[in-house]
């Protein structure tokens, strides 16, 4: 597993529930509470222990925490800023979903998300696919559907679906693609003062 996800776990448990929970996380895995290097892989067996322990600790079950960790990834300001390129309305952002693990291979070229496929399933219903071998980006991604969909002022309804294999779904219904003011956001970055 690549270290920028194990690190971003870390990061979670620690802005979100405190650095001694992260420390006890560690520690109940069996790892060094210094956490994470972004940059180096690590074994999938590696992260497995994190989220059980961290899931243990916190008493969720490990679907919850995934999608947790979905939503805090979109507030990570880098990160927003990728995924906002995907286009001016949540509509536009969803159907650019399946272009998302080739801009990340932009910035890291070494990090493998799952290949996603986005299918419509009705009127403003869709399906996202997501393919890999590791489990759990269903979650992952459930968690950045919700809160793209805020950023946007989409009212959307998000549901895991069930994991088959290697494939994991997300049902996403599109409510209201302008139910409320969606956050600032702007090409170009703003100028430093």
């Known amino acids: 597993m690549h270290g920028l996800v194990n690190r971003s776990i870390q990061c979670f448990l620690r802005d979100t529930y405190g650095p001694d929970v992260w420390a006890g996380v560690a520690v109940d895995a069996g790892f060094d509470p210094?956490?994470?290097?972004?940059?180096?892989?690590?074994?999938?067996?590696?992260?497995?222990?994190?989220?059980?322990?961290?899931?243990?600790?916190?008493?969720?079950?490990?679907?919850?925490?995934?999608?947790?960790?979905?939503?805090?990834?979109?507030?990570?300001?880098?990160?927003?800023?990728?995924?906002?390129?995907?286009?001016?309305?949540?509509?536009?952002?969803?159907?650019?979903l399946d272009e998302l693990p080739d801009r990340v291979h932009l910035a890291v070229s070494d990090l493998e998300l799952p290949a996603l496929a986005l299918d419509a399933t009705g009127p403003s219903r869709y399906r996202l696919c997501c393919v890999g071998p590791q489990p759990g980006f269903g979650f992952v991604f459930a968690g950045i559907l919700r809160a793209m969909a805020d950023d946007y002022g989409a009212l959307a309804l998000i549901e895991p679906g069930e994991a088959a294999g290697e494939l994991e779904t997300v049902a996403i219904e599109l409510l209201d693609s302008s139910f409320a003011a969606g956050r600032d956001f702007a090409l170009a970055l703003p100028e430093a003062r």
């Not at 497995?48 to 322990?53: E, I, K, M, Q, T």
């Not at 243990?56 to 995924?83: A, F």
């Open 34 to 96: 210094q956490g994470f290097e972004a940059l180096e892989l690590y074994d999938a067996a590696v992260t497995d222990a994190v989220l059980f322990a961290a899931a243990r600790r916190l008493d969720k079950p490990r679907e919850v925490l995934l999608e947790d960790v979905g939503i805090y990834l979109v507030g990570v300001e880098p990160l927003r800023r990728l995924l906002r390129f995907g286009g001016e309305s949540y509509e536009d952002f969803l159907h650019s």
